[in-house]
Each structure stands twice: as structure tokens, then as C-alpha cells.
């Protein structure tokens, strides 16, 4: 860890390069593992032919994951809301909307996979598999499921888009999904190439992608991949490119893939207000109040322009019981059930990701703060900004939605693992020794 007076890992210094205090304790090597005062004709050729490599590689193990997406794609129950909501928008209601929805939905899922979306798997009397059953046989409750899901509007549209095209929606649910978890992977893969050796990059990213909780979205019918890889590309714009507006403006798209995207863009846009000149990443306090104010109206109006049931409701639905008919509203839960429901919730945090990437965020912290003046140094730094924004919206997030975290706060676990591996990355890079 950096000592008290040492720089921050990746923040600007005078001239972008590294200070004079660093080159008394520790030769540098280059980022493509070249060491200075060397022949550099050597070091360059052997470090563009491993990048060639690394990428061919890299892009290897996307084809590899996407083949194996597209191949047994996860056949998730929510598939069911998004072709609905897809011929819903072409047009069709009641009768007609279900047969079209469960037509595509035999010819895209396996027998057993069918049979569990339509409620016909396991104990009937449970309460997923009765939901799911009504749906089958209730166009009026189908219909009525259409709001919790075109409230995400991007992913649907997306949907349509290559149903447009001729691909079946089944098909062009999980396609997505595997695209987006590809390109993710390239981002992943191209950010953490810019701190570690080609292969170490590889490694890393290759490591990342079949881990839990990541490594099964390529598969699901949901738009959890593609709110993924836009996440990416804003915490990419801060961290690494250092433009805020960029960022910002990436993470609003987000927004129209999950609504509460909005919380980690709020968080940012925080983050950009607090930081300092010299971080390349500040933000006037009334763009930001601007900013945080579009982002929380974007929400607010996809709420509304889906028709959605609100926060109460959904809260019912998602966390006490499935509501085939979600317009009669939820039925009323007491206080003291509230709490009971929080405080089981709670602990079983313990068995989530939740505390291994809040720990992630706190080892990367450690590597990029020296032991004097954390506060001044964190507002320097991009990565520990997006790292701390990422951690605020941990909270609020987990509040408003106690459920999934695995899948509804990947988000901000990726920008923590993304942060520690670069500055793992940077902190090899600064202390490696010179090879005999």
C-alpha cells in the first residue's frame, strides 16, 4: 500500500507521470512489461505479438460463452412478461396475446423448461408455480403482469427489434443477453489490458465471466445482461477516461434497461460533485443537482408511462407473494411484518455476494488510499470515487428491492472487482523489479 506522502494509484500528477518520490524506492517496468533503459524494439514486438494473442484468445472464450448461452439458455420464468409485453406492443390483448406469448414459448423452451414457466412443475399450490399457472390460463392476469416489465422499456425494444428481423422472440430474448455478456467480457478484457500483462488480462477476465454472480446472465431472458455492460461502459468513462458526462450520460441509458440504475447514477453524479479539480472527474454542484434531477424524473416517468402499480405493490409482488392480478392492489401488510420481513432478509445478506464484493470494494480502497488524509485523497482519485458510489448505492438499492441482490446489484460488485483488478494492476506496475 502506498505510504503517506506517495501518490495516489491513478490519479493525475504533474506532467501525468510518475512522481520522483516513487523512482527512489522501486525501479518501473512499461505497462506491456517492458523495463526501461532496455531495447524497446525487443519489448514491443514480444508484447504486441502476446496482445494479438491474448485478444485471439479472449475472443475465443466470448465465442465459447455465447455458443453455450445460446445452447442452453436458462429459460427463466420472466420470459414469459417479455414476449408479452413485446406482442402487446404489436397489438394484441386478451385471448390473442396469451396464444401468441405461450406459441412462442413452446418453441422456444425445452419440455421441462415449458412446463416450469407455465406453473406445471413441482407443487402446484406453491405460490411461483400458482402465479404461474394463472398466467397460463388467465389472459386478464397476464396482461396485468405487462407494467412491472415494460417499465423496463430497453430491453423489450430490443426484442422487437429482432423480431422485426425474423428472429422468434424466445430466440432473441437469450441472444441478447449473450451479446451483451460478449461485449462485456471485450470491455472487461480492453480496460483491464491497459494495467495488466495481455495474459494476466486474460486470465482475470476470463476468471470474472464464468464466475458466479456474473457467469449466468448470458443465459437468463432478462435485461440484466445489457444493464451490465452499459454499467461498464459509464464506470469505463469515469475511471478510466475520466469524463464524467459521459458517465453520467451512459448510466441515464441504463435507466431504460432497469429503473433503479438510477440510484448508482445518483450515486456518481455525487461522486463528480465532491471530487476535486486535479481528479479530471469534478462536476459544478448545480449540473450535478441537474443531472441527479434527470435521472430520478427519467424513473419516475417510466413508472408512469408503463402504467406500473408503484413501489408498495411491487414491493408485495416481488418480496411477499406473487399477485396474479397486481391491479387490485396489494393487500395490506402490517408494520410489524415489514420489519420481520427486513430482518430475515437481512440476515440472510450473509449467504448473498453482498459482503464478498462490499469486500472487493474495501481491499481496492485499501490499495488506492495512502494512511493520511483519506478523505482529501479519496476526492483525487476516480476509482475510489466510483468505488465509494458504487458501495452508497449498494444501500438504498437492497432497501427498495430486498430481493435478487446477486442479480440486481451486479452492478456496483462489477465496478468494485473492475477497480481492484486495475489497481492490482497499477500496484505491480509501480513496485515490480527490475529482472536481472
Known amino acids: 500500500m502506498p505510504g503517506d506522502t506517495g501518490p495516489i494509484l491513478g490519479a493525475p500528477t504533474d506532467g501525468e507521470a510518475i512522481g520522483a518520490e516513487r523512482q527512489g524506492r522501486a525501479k518501473t517496468v512499461d505497462a506491456d512489461g517492458a523495463v526501461p533503459g532496455r531495447d524497446r524494439r525487443l519489448d514491443t514486438t514480444a508484447g504486441a505479438s502476446a496482445r494479438v494473442a491474448a485478444w485471439l484468445a479472449m475472443i475465443a472464450v ?12 436458462a429459460g427463466n420464468s420472466d420470459v414469459v412478461e417479455y414476449v408479452a409485453t413485446v406482442h402487446m406492443w404489436h397489438g394484441l390483448s386478451g385471448q390473442m396475446l396469451s396464444d401468441a406469448t405461450y406459441r412462442d414459448l413452446a418453441a422456444f423452451l425445452t419440455p421441462a423448461q415449458y412446463s416450469d414457466v407455465t406453473g406445471g412443475a413441482g407443487d402446484p399450490a406453491t405460490n411461483r408455480n400458482a402465479y404461474l399457472h394463472a398466467l397460463a390460463t388467465d389472459p386478464t392476469a397476464l396482461a396485468e403482469q405487462i407494467p412491472f416489465y415494460s417499465v423496463k422499456p430497453l430491453y423489450p425494444a430490443l426484442m422487437a427489434g429482432l423480431n422485426a428481423l425474423g428472429l422468434p422472440l424466445g430466440v432473441a430474448s437469450v441472444l441478447i443477453s449473450s451479446i451483451a455478456y460478449g461485449l462485456l467480457g471485450l470491455l472487461l478484457f480492453a480496460w483491464f489490458i491497459r494495467h495488466l ?32 455492460l452499459i454499467v461498464a461502459i ?28 438510477a440510484l448508482l447514477a445518483l450515486a456518481f453524479v455525487g461522486a463528480a460533485a465532491v471530487a476535486t479539480e486535479s481528479s479530471r472527474v469534478r462536476i459544478r454542484p448545480s449540473a450535478a443537482v441537474a443531472a441527479g434531477a434527470a435521472a430520478v424524473m427519467l424513473a419516475f416517468a417510466l413508472q408512469k408511462l408503463s402504467g406500473n402499480y408503484g413501489l408498495g405493490t411491487l414491493y408485495y409482488h416481488a418480496v411477499v407473494a406473487y399477485l396474479p392480478h397486481p391491479s387490485l392492489g396489494a393487500p395490506a401488510v402490517a408494520l410489524g411484518d415489514i420489519v420481520r420481513e427486513y430482518v ?30 483519506l478523505v482529501g485523497a479519496s476526492r483525487r482519485d476516480p476509482a475510489v470515487l466510483a468505488i465509494l458510489a458504487a458501495l452508497l448505492a ?31 494492476g497499477d500496484a505491480r506496475r509501480v513496485t515490480a523489479p527490475v529482472a536481472p
Not at 245 to 255: D, E, M, P, Q, T
Not at 348 to 361: I, T, Y
Not at 395 to 423: D, H, K, M
Open 62 to 73: 466470448i465465442v465459447v460463452l455465447g455458443g453455450y448461452s445460446l445452447y442452453r439458455p
Open 197 to 228: 500483462s495481455p495474459w494476466r488480462a486474460w486470465l482475470v477476465t476470463t476468471l470474472l465471466l464464468v464466475s458466479p454472480p456474473f457467469w449466468v446472465l448470458g443465459q437468463l431472458s432478462s435485461p440484466d445482461a445489457i444493464t451490465l
Open 394 to 424: 449498494l444501500i438504498p438499492g437492497w432497501l427498495t428491492y430486498p430481493n435478487e441482490p446477486e442479480r440486481i446489484l451486479v452492478g456496483s460488485f462489477l465496478v468494485a472487482t473492475a477497480v481492484l483488478v486495475i489497481s492490482i
Open 234 to 261: 459509464g464506470a469505463f468513462a469515469f475511471v478510466e477516461l475520466r469524463r464524467p458526462w459521459v458517465a453520467i450520460a451512459v448510466l441515464l441509458v441504463a435507466v431504460l434497461a432497469r429503473p433503479n440504475v
Open 344 to 373: 430475515y432478509r437481512t440476515v440472510g445478506l450473509a449467504l448473498s455476494p453482498v459482503p464478498l464484493f462490499v469486500l472487493v470494494g474495501v481491499l481496492a480502497l485499501f490499495l488506492r488510499l495512502p494512511t493520511a488524509n
